[in-house]
């Protein structure tokens, strides 16, 4: 009997794109069986990110996002759902598009609308993932972890640091539960600066980061947010880290503005590899080697300069049999899974929860 099949989708905090990922699940682990991806469009792009702020009339705007999104997502099942594995598939797992997330005062908001999507596909679906979490007085974040250890569990430790809008990491460590934690932004600050001063929705390569040096004085400042002293565990989003934040340290340090965007930006990326580099630190004589995975994986700039800072090897999790652009997806469809299956994903020692609980909410076909 072949095993069913799950649905994952992401489209991300970098909202480049919705990737989705068709996989199965059982003792010997998680099999990709197909993966592709579709560009968010333009239009659709820019509505996600004003919304990510309060504006007029962003309650019916939000919900006309949402079935806008929502339809990218139905063209990335179709061919699956309509294809001839369509009487395998048991269910989709699917994120939707994070626009609020505020687990201090008892909520996270995120745009889809799972009931369209499970009437395009004719498949369950499960969503809504956080709220469970934060109903147990989690932070409902980050989910990735459980995933990280179904993946990559291995008899040495390992961290396994996510690289998508923020960064993320999983402590594998022997003889400890898996837990983690976000780390920072990672690529969020940096597409939106190089959007603001070139255009382009993100740095290819990091080369116009690595084209400058960056500025200490600007560094120190955006290192001292308080945020990144916090005990973990702990989440961040948009909601904090902005490009008014990021004008608030420029004002203080730069008042004149002086300078140059591409010093900027080679900043933000130094803010991403040391406040990784800080956190992983009070581990890394436990750490024997750094898996990549997310879109950052990508960026040798970025990976250079992480390099300089960490002790332990890095690898790509390509390396490994699993595309680093797919694993977030992959891990969406490993949470429909464990809904389907009862198994507890929210983990009270990754997200600070009361106790663990199974996540989602299904939306039958």
Known sequence: MKAPLFIGLMSGTSMDGVDAVLASFGPQGAQIHQTHSLPMPAALRDELLA?????????ARASIAAQQLTE??????LPWTQGPEKDLIRAIGVHGQTIRHAPDQGYTLQLNAPA????????????DFRSRDIAAG?????LVPIVHEALFRHE???????LGGIANISLLLPGRDVFGFDTGPANMLLDAWVSKHQGQSYDKGGQWADSAA????????????PWFALPAPKSTGRDLFNLGWLQEHLDR??????????TVQSTLMDLTVHSVAQAIQPYADQIQELILCGGGAANPAMLKRLGDLVTMPIRSSAELGMDPQ??????????????????PAGLPAVTGARRATVLGACYPA
């Open 253 to 262: 340090v730069d008042p004149k503005g002086e300078l140059q965007p591409a």
């Open 138 to 142: 989690g932070q409902g974040a980050p």
């Open 116 to 127: 369209l999507l499970a009437e395009r596909c004719g498949v369950d679906v499960i969503a």
């Open 156 to 162: 040495h430790g390992r961290v396994i640091l996510n």
């Open 214 to 225: 960056s500025d200490p004085a600007l560094l120190a400042s955006l290192l001292s947010e």
């Open 51 to 59: 919304l990510q702020h309060p504006g007029h009339d962003e309650l």
């Open 72 to 77: 990218l997502y139905a063209q990335a099942c």
């Open 326 to 343: 797919s694993i977030e997806a992959l891990a969406f469809a490993w949470l429909a899974y464990a809904h389907i299956e009862r198994i």
